[in-house]
């Protein structure tokens, strides 16, 4: 019997071995993908361009000469009438198995995106192949010149992007992200907005210098729906974060406490935000309360050291700054675009959700007419190392 | 027939390995599409739900010592409708192994690896657990106890997606009313319910004593792992996303990445489904052919273990259509409520109660 | 040999062997004897010539065999022989303590006295042997025996029963390091060849009377020497009465090696894995008889069988029980991963380059898809190539004589490792795993890692065919056949399945000995304390 199920065991590992290996594509096999992007066309068809890595460039090995001389990736593009026709053309052109798993990012041409991007996150989504990790990024101007760039530090743009985003904490939207904001009522998704820039030079011995373009985080992109309909500078993202309650990094130049100088600067670590609804039946209010910490960056050297004393009027300098801040980039929701940004309306419907049930259609409307107020506090923790601006002693 | 025994541990854990493989994948996102983000309460009703299941199957199974969930039907209704009892529970135990033979090719051949046939899968998972059903009950349990460790993994992995969970995104509780929560509980509970294969395991506990101990705890088990789970995803998703996708867990293990070092963990899903998977498959397997062999009356249920898997692999092209979508609709549609009420509830209820009438008359007279 | 006829009923498992053994009693005629009775069952007579005469028509054509005849002392007229292997014997003891004593010494001893033929025997057994150990027969098969064996026999004119002297005395193995089993610190010697040597070294780890050696004889030509060894009142009586009836059923030609017992009293013939263990080494026979095991010896072999075998043995080594328990638990868990890696690791790499791409970092699949550019083969045919090569080399370092042995192993790691990839035809990544695979089969238990070598093969097609599914499936397969599994009853994957808490603590880990109060339980199937309880060592409270 023992032989018999032995026998059978083989018989179907046999059987399974003699057609071959179906799925079997060996690494050589595959271009992989680096980062995607999708363009509308003039036209008004629909071309994705990839960005596939070339992996020879990636070799540290004897092997592989590994210098800068390589090309480290090569962009291809394929139009067609919708996303999948524009992926079948590139597969006619690409001589290997296209790999989207280790697709990182998805860059939409703002021509595409002012259209509406829903279709792409669908066939993202839909694909299986591609990762829901993937981050969304809109370009001005055309996703496949994005893609084009290279970059110095990195070899790809695609990867390029991916490290700054993730060094730009709170920015980055990764598909699935993505997709729960556009299908949650009460927000509306917002997407960093990525574009490339003139930045630095090489210095090559000899030849002189070769000018750099490199990717660079420009703000974020406001939708409504799966369209988009104006943008955020990075000061106007950060204010939008801080509104988030998002952990997020950068510098503000707030008054210094002695009122002298430029100002000191102040590194926002984050902190926390809390919205809360109040809605009688007509009129709708929101209070909200950010709770911000931060730490000293920097000090003119004319600026009175900062101390125990003068550390509390610090924080109120702070905190203004942070909601005069907050406040444009409420308004600019409010006014200018009309979106809810920030998740209002999910709050809203945590608290009054029979309430919601009637206004969930038409939220953009009571949103744009609803009064915010809002209210900061800031704690600055960290002086940094030194007490005294440098230099200062001279001065006086 | 059966000469292994196993112990209640044991026993508890192969009742949640004939649960969760599966469930785990897809009872989220059924739930919550009827329910939103109250379908942790329609677990809840699930759940509750399944304990009463649990506890009449015990005390059926307690009634007579030493015999299945196939034999005692004999003893409380008469030969022939007791043989006809027999026949649908075998049928069914066909219908729940042949399910998961398609449910797991079709993953496999759909999702992972889209040009091999899925018939090479079903050959492959009826085969092993085949191999498994053939050395007994008590080997069965062994090599799930031997796997069973992995799922602490899942724990972690529940741990690390933790920082990604946002507490709000189930608020407002109870914002759908209560009969979608009611209606959200029906699929749960056709997976909890299938606490009666306790029918089939009992007479081989070795301590028969702790059986109420083991159904109860086992229910309760795979209740904290399906609630983790559909608590787990809505977190991290909200209702909208994990009602949109087929596998919400297996998505949630997906979108863990920590700084890029701990991710592509999805593959640790991948490996734990399938080993639970032939576990599940071997639990049914074991139910259809122990069940054959006590319908005619067989020495030795050895001799069935290759027929039945060859009727498996048949059921399960026959049965369940093309593809997921159709597989989908036979569980919410057309199966689970009659198999819910039929053989989970019906049954041994009707059983348990034509026993006690009998049993107060004989006592009587 | 009547009992040939029952070979046919062996298990099957040395078919092979069996059919070779039913042609020896047709080939070889009995040697029947002057009366026409088969020589085993034939019984001395009371001439001296006649029953030398047998003797040498039973060992004719044995050209070793010395006769000699002479005469007692104390009375010329009573003739003796003795009979023994040239090459067999300590000739020394046979001059000074026989033929000397008998031939010249007597007449001093007792001076006067006439001995008469009818006295001779027992005085010579009582006064005119200088001999530790003497036996008297009267059958023929045991006389052959012990000449064989290298004892001497002494045959006495008259008298129909013979004295066997025990003089062997031939080369054997001095007591060396193991070389299969090295160790850092603990005890070094190795068992020899030699049955008596290694029940001695048994004897001095264990100073009990409750240590039983039985000894027993296996084999029809062979006649090799088999001790059972356990301890009395830890071991399992019913598993010494199984080792015995299954020793018993033995019936093969020759027992050269303990490896023809093992796989004649596996519980599972089939089974890749060996559910008999075999070490080389007296401390570690020692620490399983405590717990419970019996141990076989095989003259003619340093390997030592012991059962009940548990698959965590091969993880353990008689090493961790000397070291600290903290290192010892760490090297356990290392070795447990070594496991793993050289069952799993190429068919996970075949897995991860030719199917389940996406679980690799984006980098290192570029990386590997840049060495991989050059290579014609997929990635299967390249692992399968190169594990069968680094079979060969392996192979090649065992069998060749050691002063070449070098330079294969120089020539492998040039040849494989680096012509190989410099030329493009083996990816550096499918060497490094291949490598590490061969080391880690290095790290733990050899009888098991010889296992996992063949196992790893079929993981290796299983996966070259289907992926990580293949894998699993594969893995979960040989996961249900160790569940099967069972030796001399006892499960084999005990105690981590079905779990015994207490027993936990000498499997992946390895306890403090303080906390290991207890022998396993599956083993000798009750509760047994080993050891006092609270002997944690603690500090005097006083501080000086």
């Known amino acids: 019997m023992r032989k018999r199920i032995a026998s059978l065991v083989l018989l179907v590992l046999l059987t399974s071995l003699l057609p071959g290996c179906w799925d079997r594509y060996d690494v050589s096999d ?97 694909h299986g192949s591609t990762r829901e990790t993937m981050l969304v990024m809109i370009t001005k101007g055309e996703a496949r010149t994005f893609l084009e760039t290279s970059s110095v530090l990195e070899r790809m743009s695609s990867q390029a992007t991916q490290i700054l985003d993730k060094i730009n904490v709170g920015y980055s939207i990764q598909l699935w992200k993505f997709a729960e904001m556009l299908d949650s009522k009460g927000i509306e998704p917002v997407v960093p907005w990525v574009s490339i820039q003139k930045a630095g030079v090489v210095p090559e011995p000899g030849k002189g210098q070769s000018q750099v373009e490199q990717p660079v985080l420009s703000g974020m992109a406001v939708f409504r729906g799966d369209k988009v309909i104006g943008w955020l500078n990075t000061r106007e993202t950060r204010a939008l974060l801080w509104l988030k309650g998002k952990e997020t990094q950068g510098a503000i130049t707030v008054p210094s406490p002695d009122g002298s100088g430029p100002g000191t600067s102040v590194k926002i670590r984050g902190g926390s935000a809390q919205i809360i609804p109040e809605y009688d039946g007509r009129s709708l209010r929101f209070q909200v309360n950010l709770d911000m910490n931060a730490d000293v960056m920097e000090q003119t050297k004319n600026e009175a050291p900062v101390q125990a004393g003068t550390i509390k009027t610090l924080d109120t300098r702070t905190a203004q700054v942070i909601k005069q801040r907050v406040t444009e980039v409420l308004h600019k929701a409010q006014r200018d675009y009309g979106v809810d940004i920030f998740g209002f309306g999910q709050a809203f419907h945590r608290s009054y959700k029979k309430d919601w049930r009637e206004m969930k259609d038409r939220w953009d409307e009571d949103f744009t007419g609803a009064d915010v107020n809002i209210a900061v506090e800031a704690h600055v923790h960290e002086i940094g190392l030194i007490s005294q601006g440098a230099g200062r002693s001279k001065n006086d | ?161 933790s920082k990604e969970m946002n507490l709000t995104r189930v608020l407002p509780i109870f914002d759908t009313g209560l009969v979608p929560v009611l209606k959200g509980a029906a699929y749960p509970l056709n997976w909890l319910g299938l606490i009666v294969t306790m029918g089939v395991m009992l007479p081989y506990l070795n301590k028969p004593r702790r059986a109420y101990r083991v159904a109860v705890i086992a229910t309760l088990l795979n209740g904290l792992f399906l609630l983790a789970s559909i608590m787990g995803a809505l977190l991290l998703f909200g209702p909208h ?70 009727i498996l692999g048949a059921l399960s092209f026959l049965l369940y259509g093309e593809n997921v979508a159709d597989l989908d609709h036979f569980f919410t549609d057309a199966g689970i409520p009659s198999s819910v009420l039929i053989f989970e509830i019906g049954i041994p209820l009707a059983l348990l109660s034509v026993d006690l009438l009998r049993g107060k008359g004989r006592r009587k007279g | 040999m009547a009992n040939f006829t029952k070979l046919s009923k062996l298990k099957p498992k040395s078919l092979g062997q069996n059919q070779e053994q039913d042609k020896h009693p047709a080939e070889q005629p009995e040697k029947v004897g002057l009366s026409g009775v088969p020589w085993k069952d034939q019984i001395l007579g009371p001439d001296l010539e006649t029953n030398i005469r047998q003797i040498k028509a039973i060992l004719n054509n044995c050209s070793d065999v010395i006769y000699r005849e002479f005469v007692l002392a104390q009375n010329e007229r009573i003739r003796l022989a003795l009979v023994y292997m040239d090459s067999m014997v300590d000739k020394a003891q046979i001059s000074e303590q026989i033929m000397k004593t008998l031939s010249l010494e007597v007449p001093l001893v007792v001076i006067g006295e006439e001995i008469t033929q009818a006295q001779a025997l027992e005085f010579i057994k009582q006064r005119g042997l200088c001999i530790h150990q003497v036996k008297e027969s009267d059958r023929f098969r045991d ?253 090649a370092g065992i069998r060749l004589p050691r002063a070449i042995g070098q330079a294969v192993s120089i020539v492998g790691a040039l040849v494989v490792g680096q012509a ?91 306890g403090p000995w303080w906390a290991m109060l207890s022998r396993p339980r599956l083993v000798v199937k009750e509760e047994q304390q080993k050891q006092a309880t609270e002997l944690k060592p603690t500090p005097p409270e006083t501080r000086s």
């Open chain 2, 241 to 310: 996303l994990t009602a949109n996708w087929l596998y919400p867990t297996y998505d949630a293990v997906r979108v863990i990445c920590l700084d890029h070092v701990v991710e592509r963990f999805e593959s640790i899903i991948l490996v734990m489904w399938l080993l639970g998977g032939f576990v599940k498959l071997g639990v049914f397997y074991y139910g259809a052919v122990l069940g054959s062999a006590q319908w005619f009356v067989l020495e030795d249920y050895r001799p069935l273990v290759i027929p039945v898997g060859v």
């Open chain 3, 143 to 395: 006389l052959i025996h012990a000449i064989l064996s290298g004892d001497t026999v002494l045959l006495v004119d008259g008298h129909p029963t013979a004295i066997i002297n025990e003089t062997r005395g031939y080369e054997s193995r001095s007591i060396s390091e193991s070389e299969t089993e090295p160790t850092v610190r603990g005890p070094r010697e190795a068992f020899v060849e030699s049955l008596g040597v290694n029940i001695s070294l048994i004897r001095r780890k264990i100073k009990s009377p409750d240590l039983k050696i039985e000894t027993l004889r296996l084999g029809e030509v062979s006649g090799t020497g088999v001790a059972l060894v356990y301890i009395e009142g830890i071991v399992n009586e019913s598993l010494v009465s199984e080792v015995k009836s299954r020793m018993a059923r033995i019936k093969v030609d020759a027992i050269l090696e303990s490896g023809y017992i093992e796989e004649l009293i596996e519980d599972s013939p089939w089974s890749p894995f060996p559910t008999v263990n075999h070490t080389e080494k007296p401390d570690r026979v020692a620490a399983m008889m405590l717990e419970g095991r019996v141990a076989i010896l095989v003259d003619g072999t340093p390997f030592v069988l012991s059962v009940p075998t548990l698959f965590v043995e091969s993880l353990q080594a008689s090493e961790d029980y000397y070291e600290r328990f903290w290192f010892a638990s760490a090297i356990r868990i290392v070795r447990f991963l070594a496991m793993i890696t050289s069952l799993v690791l190429p068919g996970l790499y075949i897995s991860l380059v030719s199917f389940n791409h996406g679980l690799l970092p984006t980098t290192l699949l570029l990386s590997i898809a840049a060495q991989r550019e050059t290579v014609p083969y997929p990635v299967f045919i390249e692992v399968l190539a190169m594990e069968i090569t680094f079979e060969f080399l392996r192979e």
């Open chain 1, 30 to 126: 595959l271009a992989i993908v680096g980062g995607v992007g999708v363009d509308r066309v003039s036209s008004g068809r629909i071309r994705m361009t990839l960005q596939i890595a070339l992996p020879s460039a990636f070799y540290g090995g004897q092997g592989g000469n590994g210098g800068q001389s390589t090309a480290a990736s090569w962009v291809v593009s394929g139009e067609g009438k919708t996303v999948a026709d524009a992926e079948a053309a590139l597969e006619k052109v690409v001589p290997r198995k296209i790999f989207w798993d280790s697709c990182g990012i998805l860059v939409v041409g703002d021509q595409m995106a002012r259209q509406g991007i829903g279709s792409v996150t669908d066939f993202f989504l839909r």
């Open chain 3, 420 to 510: 190989a990839v410099q030329a493009g035809m083996v990816g550096a990544a499918t060497v490094i795993v291949v490598a590490l695979t061969g080391i880690a089969s290095f790290v733990f238990a050899y009888s098991t890692s010889i296992s996992f070598r063949l196992l790893r093969f079929a993981l290796i097609l299983l996966s070259g065919v289907l992926g990580l599914v293949g894998l699993i499936s594969g893995v979960a397969v040989i996961g249900i056949h160790l569940c099967t599994l069972r030796s001399f009853g006892v499960p084999y994957l005990s105690p981590l399945v079905p779990p015994t808490t207490v027993d936990l603590k000498d499997t992946f880990i390895r």
């Open chain 2, 1 to 161: 027939m059966e000469q292994g025994k196993i112990d209640s541990k044991q026993a508890i854990l192969l009742m949640m390995s004939t649960v969760l493989p599966t469930a785990i994948l897809t009872v989220p996102a059924v739930t919550v599409k009827f329910a939103q983000q109250d379908a942790w309460l329609s677990l809840l009703v699930a759940l509750s739900v399944a304990l009463i299941i649990a506890l009449l199957i015990v005390n059926l199974g307690l009634r007579f010592p030493g015999k299945t969930l196939f034999v005692y039907p004999e003893e409380i209704l008469g030969k022939i409708v007791g043989k006809i009892i027999c026949g649908l529970y075998i049928g069914y135990f066909l219908q729940l192994g042949s399910a998961v033979v398609r449910e797991f090719s079709l993953f496999l051949g759909a999702t992972i690896m889209p040009n091999t046939p899925i018939v090479v899968f079903t050959i492959l998972i009826i085969a092993v657990a085949a191999y498994a059903v053939r050395n007994g009950l008590e080997v069965l349990s062994r090599f799930n106890q031997l796997f069973i460790p992995l799922s602490g993994l899942l724990v972690i992995m529940f741990l690390l997606s």
